[in-house]
């Protein structure tokens, strides 16, 4: 995670961007958010329904990109801004709870304010992708049926 946000600061810094590195970026991201909460799902830190929401979304977003991609030809990768809360909460969530599962105890509110606001977060941000690029794909299948 750190070095991810240590990447992220300095390819905008020096304008260090590349197709590959928009694709790998966020593939990255999603590969480490859902290991750390299949981890904590298996170790009974996080509810398994979370951790089916947080898999789900992300295997719609990539099955949707996938599906962009080949009907357009044309996918470039631009989180929205309710994707960027939802990937800070998820991780924000996550040392929460390996935080507390270390010693240290916290608020009940806390953990499950935080839960709910990571299910929120995730099923509003899955819905957003879904319409936002399902409409851009109506656009393109409109424009190659002219």
Not at 19 to 29: N, S
Not at 43 to 69: E, K
Not at 80 to 109: D, F, H, M, R, Y
Request: a neutral charge; hydrophobic letters at 55%; proline letters at 3%.
């Amino acid at each position: 995670g750190l070095s991810d946000g240590v990447d992220g600061f300095l390819a905008r810094r020096y304008n260090w961007r590349s197709e590959l590195g928009a694709m790998l970026d966020p593939l990255a991201d999603k590969f480490l958010l859902v290991g750390v909460y299949l981890v904590l799902g298996w170790v009974g830190l996080v509810p398994v329904w979370l951790v089916s929401m947080v898999i789900l979304r992300d295997v719609i977003i990539i099955g949707g990109a996938l599906a962009y991609s080949r009907l357009c030809r044309d996918l470039s990768m631009e989180p929205t801004l309710v994707s960027k809360i939802n990937t800070l909460l998820q991780i924000l969530l996550g040392l929460v709870v390996i935080i507390a599962a270390a010693g240290p105890a916290l608020p009940l509110w806390l953990l499950n304010g935080l839960i709910i606001l990571v299910a929120v977060t995730t099923a509003w941000s899955g819905a957003d992708y879904v319409w936002h690029w399902g409409q851009r794909a109506r656009e393109c299948h409109a424009r190659a049926g002219e």
